[in-house]
Every structure is written in structure tokens, then in C-alpha cells.
């Protein structure tokens, strides 16, 4: 398998150059989870990297390449998006509420 090196920003790997094995369209995958074990031998905590682009370039805008940044809440990755789900994150109005 390919591998590519990436740099981490922002948490515990700061400024870290890792090999990260590429999936089958060339691309890192968009998080990176990193399991770092307790000292105390209770569960591990675990790290999360989201990918973001590391700069755009030339007429057509495409990435130049990736990086990981830290992601401190470490938030699910989510459900697919398709145009007929309906948003999870906005609070459900009632028929009566008025708007002002």
C-alpha cells in the first residue's frame, strides 16, 4: 500500500511529520484517530485529526496536499449528508411558535 507523510497541527502532535497509508482514491482518510493508552490502566483517550487541505493552488483550485488538525472535542464523524435527511443540529419549530 502507498503511503504519504503528513504533518499534524494543534494538540499533543504538534509539528509531527507521520507516514499515513493512502486509500484507494490516493487520499488520506478525513480522521486520523490515535489511541494513547493510560498510565493508570484505565480506558485509553483517544486523539482525533480531522484532514483539512495544506493549500490550494494553480486555476483549478485542487488541494496541494493534506494535513491533520486537532480536533479537541473529538466529535463523531457523522451520518451521510443526502438532500432529503433533515438537519440533525437546528431545533424543531412548533406549527404556533411565531417568528420575532
Known amino acids: 500500500m502507498k503511503s504519504e507523510d503528513t504533518p499534524f497541527e494543534g494538540g ?12 484507494p482514491t490516493g487520499q488520506p482518510p478525513k ?3 490515535i ?3 493510560d498510565a493508570a490502566g484505565g480506558p485509553p483517550t483517544v486523539l482525533v485529526y480531522r484532514r483539512v487541505p495544506r493549500g ?3 486555476r483549478l483550485g485542487l488541494p ?4 491533520y488538525e486537532y480536533d479537541p472535542e473529538g466529535r463523531a464523524a457523522g451520518r451521510p449528508r443526502w438532500p432529503w435527511s433533515k438537519p440533525g443540529t437546528a431545533p424543531d419549530r412548533k406549527r404556533g411558535d411565531a417568528d420575532g
Do not use: E, N
Open 12 to 23: 499533543p502532535m504538534d509539528g509531527r511529520v507521520l507516514p499515513v497509508l493512502l486509500g
Open 31 to 33: 480522521t486520523y484517530r
Open 35 to 37: 489511541p494513547v493508552p
Open 56 to 58: 490550494h493552488g494553480g
Open 64 to 67: 496541494r496536499g493534506w494535513k
